[in-house]
């Protein structure tokens, strides 16, 4: 999990920096998640604001920020943006930018991060569950309300909550290497029912009571919500199903498949 040798990540500390990290997130979002003021005051209040730059280059390449919250008696950083820029995809830069909120975290003794995805997104579920060993711990619905942005416009803002406990034995495992998807036929010869299904291209939620459940997830979300916005919006209203029926068990998302499905189950028997 160590950063590309070409990317550096700093603390952006200057209006101007906390400007051009928002910069980036407007180019993922087609519009800026946050004001300008309102990240600004998160890094003058002492919060978690970061980017990546390509070594020699002072224009950014990712970003990340958050903000310290407090759950119970507990301080938590709760990282609300995240983005990389797509040419810069998929060469490191978000593990980098995770790994830099990790330490940033635990020289100020935080222990715990917690952030929002959209579960309908697999490619940022296999990155957190798999890459950062995080865990889903909530299923919230329509968290944000409506949204125009260029990802989100057209569709109920669930997300799934998750922790990422970074003292952890799954964290400290994913910072090695990934964590392995799971295996599907595994998981049913081992008593694992399937919650939400596709097979004829149409997603169905069934009720279940195993121990563990597989929750089915679409490819390509985003485009299938211009395409097809009827599917996309039965994909949203299955899963959601799915996964508040296993959260109310007790259950928790510790997995991905490798065809696009969520684990979940107790989580002490998260791999």
């Not at 160590?2 to 990290?21: C, F, K, Q």
């Not at 990790?102 to 959209?118: G, K, N, S, Y």
């Not at 694992?192 to 939620?205: E, I, M, W, Y």
Request: glycine share 8%; with cysteine; charged share 25%.
């Amino acid at each position: 999990m160590a950063a590309p040798s070409d990317i550096v990540i700093e603390l952006a500390t200057t209006p101007a920096e906390v400007d051009r990290a928002l910069d980036v997130a407007e180019a993922i979002w087609g519009s800026r998640p946050i004001s300008d003021p309102m990240i600004r005051a998160l890094e003058f209040a002492g919060s978690y604001v970061s980017v990546a730059r390509r070594r020699g280059d002072p224009d950014p390449v990712g970003m990340c920020a958050g903000f310290v919250g407090v759950h119970g008696h507990e301080l938590h950083l709760h990282s609300h943006l995240a983005a990389v820029l797509p040419e810069a995809q998929g060469a490191g830069v978000g593990r980098a930018l995770k790994r830099h909120q990790r330490d940033w975290c635990l020289a100020h003794a935080i222990t715990h991060v917690t952030w929002t995805f959209d579960p309908l997104v697999v490619e940022n579920a296999r990155f957190n569950l798999h890459h950062l060993g995080a865990v889903g711990d909530r299923y919230l619905v329509d968290l944000y309300g409506p949204m125009d942005d260029d990802i989100n416009r057209g569709d109920a803002s669930d997300r799934l909550l998750v922790r990422w406990d970074l003292t952890g034995h799954r964290t400290l495992r994913a910072l090695g290497s990934p964590v392995p998807l799971a295996d599907v036929d595994a998981l049913r010869d081992a008593g694992a029912s399937d919650a939400v299904t596709a097979d004829d291209g149409t997603p169905q939620h069934r009720h279940t009571a195993a121990a563990t459940r597989l929750v089915a997830a679409p490819d390509a979300i985003v485009t299938l919500r211009r395409t097809d916005p009827r599917l996309a919006s039965l994909w949203r209203a299955a899963v959601r199903a799915g996964m508040t029926e296993a959260f109310d068990d007790g259950l928790r998302v510790v997995a991905m498949t490798t065809d696009h499905r969520y684990v979940l189950a107790p989580e002490e028997l998260s791999p």
